[in-house]
């Protein structure tokens, strides 16, 4: 890449000046979508690698799956910590040495949960790679856990869940996940600091004795590397990492429980944080161009109805947005809005006007080429670098798809058709099968409330 | 361009894909009094409709090209862009240019994005535990003057007063294309790219280039100590504000503190986060930052290093700062240890390459250094800059700070 500025003065037209052009600019001819070409190993222990060489920046990044899901009760709290305790030390670096390295490599790793899986995530300077690959091996193979290091990082936890529990966002998704999937792991994503209290350390080693095992993972990376020599890079560096998980009963999804709208109290809130929920379908199923399109038709851009209505022109809010969330069991609609607390009905209102809209009358075919443009168009952007391949890749084969279906999924969108909409919608932005959460004041918002629906209120 | 914008190019044809920033050397500081978080209510009103476009089409014409679009208001500039498939770029280019012409500005639309910059500082500052923490309670601690210490979100009675009169004053000044630049990455051929930028921007009409004032304020001779309640905060924190060197003036002294920062703060290995968090156990989290926002490169003089810190006992405060002050001294009295500040260089040139990669964030970039230091091509040059900086340039940085006043504001937590 290069700077360069411009200083070449074109040469004056005729008349001296220019015209101020007047018109939008037609789109020229799209760019024909490259083909991304990906080399892949299935490894001896079990582990699925791919690898894309893409030359951009001198760097790789770096994406390793494991399947973490379980329906145990305390495995939220284990796993949040297994976590935050994974590089405090192995059998070959203590937790400053291990960084040290890392910084040394020009990179960073960082360990990630949620209910679906743990992700190490990581990146270096592109020769740097069969270092990177050396300390990962060595983190999977030998993290000790330290009892000094795992003791701080539990304290941290436990701040950290008192902090998040005071975030009007957190209690908010939390009231919408108990109700969109009652008593399911997947209902909860924050433990509490009670749960935190009672993990030691034997524990998490435990877990990753258990659970942290190649069969069944996926490692990414996407770099300025040969494909070839990466995934023999792979194969030698984690060799030794071995071994398969046992097998875990996790219940399937439960419906949703819908009916009244639940208030969460918290008094003197300046803004209620609105919450509404629903099942969608996944992202191999035939109906789910359709969806994707009519989510973004009601929320998922800016210029879509239910932004356009409750913020460019009523000004009840600053950030409202819907979308479509993936997970291993099944997929969920969302659409969030924090509200000033006095318009907290209005715009109750208006969004399941704009939902009911969507339910029951055919979208404009301008609103479906819109969306339908910005769905490919948006897809081609969060691509465009190494981390952004990176990452739409582990969560592509995370989820049992791969870059195929992603560069197929442009011709999907070019198909869906007004009537097939019109059917999503109907299903899936029905007002009738969402689960609605508010938290926000009782004591100013209820009664207005109490006018436009069933209300039930819940102690913050 | 002949009516004084600045152009920059990046071509890179290896993905179909442009970005487009249009950066107004306007930002906070130079609001007046009175009308506190006008430039960034101004950058919503941008948004609004322009010469030839309706309110919602600026929105639905990017996103119907299939890209995405925001601004950003800053201390020394306000930003605007979109990234979009290479075949929208003249698109965007018109975008841009008919809002450098003449944005569209109703008291019905004032009116409306008032509304909504009020529920973002709501959502933000009021209705968040830490919201507004440090940025926003640091400033008037740090500094005297109303442009350095005043509140950038602005007060919700300065945004209520503020008229369409004001922003066509304000427009007047500031969004001269002499004031603006303009910086393109991306799929696209550099000659037909400059054809297209001459085309759509040369007509726009030339106004004066505002003076820009000299903002700087004496260093701070003593401590200064104040303190806020956050009534939905659960546990206490603490931020130290230090006044750092010019970084157009005298770039080594400042990459070094710079690199003093990363050296304090970033990753396991720095030394705050091995001695207050891991060894003591004094604080959940401790973070060094160069800038308001920890864009080290983002403003000109006077600009700030902050210390914050997050830590469960409110009676830890003044053993947080001295722990602060402790790793200070070290720095200023033995410097870096052997090989450390070629880690955290390495470290830096990784994250600046990662930051590259996003054609949007080249134009950004490049536009920023254009902006406010004269030369698009530093950002490429930095990762070599940082190489020259010495341990004994380390050392005095640390000196510098310690030996210096600090505005320091504690959090006092008032929830439960």
């Known amino acids: 890449m290069t700077a360069s500025t411009g200083t070449r003065r074109p040469a004056p037209r005729a008349n001296g000046r220019h015209a101020a052009p007047t018109a939008v600019p037609p789109l020229t001819k799209p760019a024909r979508p490259r083909k991304i070409a990906s080399a892949e190993r299935l490894l001896p222990n079990g582990l699925r690698v791919a690898v894309v060489r893409r030359p951009s920046v001198p760097m790789v990044e770096f994406r390793l799956r494991v399947p973490f899901l379980s329906s145990k009760s305390h495995h939220l709290a284990r796993s949040s910590l297994l976590s935050e305790t994974m590089l405090t030390g192995t059998s070959r670096h203590d937790r400053t040495s291990l960084a040290i390295a890392l910084q040394e490599l020009g990179g960073d790793l960082s360990v990630g949960v949620d209910a679906d899986r743990l992700l190490l995530s990581g990146s270096a300077l592109s020769h740097k790679l069969p270092d990177l690959l050396a300390l990962v091996s060595d983190v999977l193979i030998g993290a000790t856990y330290p009892k000094q290091e795992f003791v701080v990082e539990r304290q941290r936890l436990i701040d950290r869940v008192t902090v998040a529990r005071s975030q009007p966002a957190v209690i908010a998704n939390e009231a919408l996940g108990k109700r969109l999937a009652p008593g399911h792991p997947y209902a909860v994503s924050v433990p509490s600091v009670e749960e935190v209290a009672d993990v030691n350390a034997g524990a998490v080693r435990t877990m990753h004795h258990d659970l942290v095992r190649p069969n069944g993972a996926i490692l990414v990376l996407v770099g300025d590397i040969s494909a070839n020599r990466a995934l023999d890079s792979v194969e030698r560096a984690l060799e030794h990492w071995t071994g398969e998980q046992g097998t875990r009963k996790v219940p399937p999804l439960p419906s949703p429980i819908t009916g009244p709208l639940q208030l969460v109290d918290r008094p003197g809130a300046v803004q209620t944080s609105l919450r509404f929920g629903g099942s969608s379908v996944n992202r191999a199923d035939e109906r789910y161009p359709a969806y994707q399109l009519a989510n973004l038709a009601f929320g998922g851009l800016f210029s879509s109805r239910w932004v356009e209505n409750i913020r460019e022109d009523k000004g009840y809010t600053y950030s409202p947005r819907s979308v479509l969330d993936h997970s291993t069991l099944g997929s969920v609609f969302l659409a969030s809005a924090d509200v000033a607390t006095e318009v907290t009905a209005p715009a109750i209102l208006e969004t399941l006007y704009e939902l009911g809209r969507m339910a029951l009358l055919p979208i404009k075919q301008s609103e479906l080429e819109l969306v339908r443009q910005y769905a490919i168009g948006t897809s081609a952007l969060s691509i465009a670098t190494q981390a952004g391949l990176a990452s739409n890749m582990i969560a592509l084969l995370g989820a049992g798809l791969d870059l195929e279906w992603l560069t197929s999924h442009s011709e999907r969108l070019a198909r869906v058709t007004v009537d097939e909409i019109a059917a999503a919608a109907g299903e899936f932005l029905s007002p009738r099968n969402l689960v609605c959460v508010a938290v926000g004041d009782s004591a100013v918002v209820r009664a207005d409330l109490d006018r436009l629906l069933d209300v039930e209120v819940v102690e913050g | ?416």
């Open chain 2, 1 to 416: 361009l002949g009516n004084g914008l600045r152009v920059v190019l990046a071509p890179d044809r290896t993905v179909p894909v442009v970005g487009v920033a249009v950066l107004y050397d306007v930002g906070f500081r130079s609001e007046p009094e009175g009308r506190t978080g006008f430039a960034h209510l101004f950058e919503h009103l941008m948004f609004q409709g322009s010469a030839n476009l309706e309110k919602l089409e600026h929105f639905r014409y990017v996103q119907a090209s299939g890209g995405i679009f925001n601004g950003s208001t800053h201390l020394d500039y306000t930003n605007y862009f979109e990234t979009l498939p290479s075949n929208a770029f003249e698109r965007a280019l018109f975008l841009e240019a008919d809002r450098m012409r003449s944005p569209r500005i109703t008291d019905e639309n004032l009116a409306n994005q008032i509304a909504v910059v009020k529920e973002e500082i709501r959502v933000n500052v009021m209705n968040r535990p830490y919201g507004g923490f440090p940025w926003l309670v640091l400033p008037p601690v740090l500094f005297d003057t109303f442009p350095n210490a005043h509140n950038g979100y602005g007060g919700f009675e300065d945004l209520e007063d503020a008229t369409v009169e004001d922003a066509a004053a304000f427009f007047d000044s500031y969004y001269a294309p002499a004031n603006a630049v303009l910086a393109v990455a991306g799929d696209f051929d550099p000659d037909i790219a400059m054809d297209m930028i001459d085309t759509h921007f040369s007509g726009i009409r030339r106004r004066k280039r505002p003076v820009r004032p000299n903002f700087g304020e004496p260093g701070l001779s003593a401590d200064r100590r104040e303190s806020v309640t956050d009534a939905l905060a659960p546990l206490p924190a603490v931020a130290l504000g230090y006044r750092v060197p010019d970084p157009g003036a005298d770039p080594t002294r400042y990459l070094a503190t710079l690199l003093l920062a990363e050296l304090l703060s970033d990753g396991d290995a720095s030394r705050l986060q091995r001695g207050l968090v891991q060894s003591r156990r004094l604080v959940t989290d401790v973070a060094a930052y160069l800038g308001t926002f920890g864009d080290p490169l983002e403003e000109r003089d006077p600009t700030r290093m902050t210390i914050t810190a997050h830590y469960p006992d409110s009676t830890a405060t003044d053993d947080v700062i001295a722990a602060v002050d402790a790793e200070l001294v070290r720095v200023a009295e033995q410097g870096p240890e052997p090989g450390e500040l070629d880690r955290v260089r390495t470290k830096l040139a990784g994250t600046i390459f990662r930051e590259l990669d996003q054609i949007l964030n080249r134009s950004l970039e490049f536009a920023k250094f254009e902006l406010l230091f004269g030369k698009a091509s530093m950002i490429l040059s930095l990762p070599h800059l940082l190489t020259e900086i010495t341990d004994l340039d380390v050392r005095s940085a640390a000196q510098a700070l310690e030996g210096s006043g600090r505005a320091i504001v504690e959090l006092i937590p008032g929830a439960e």
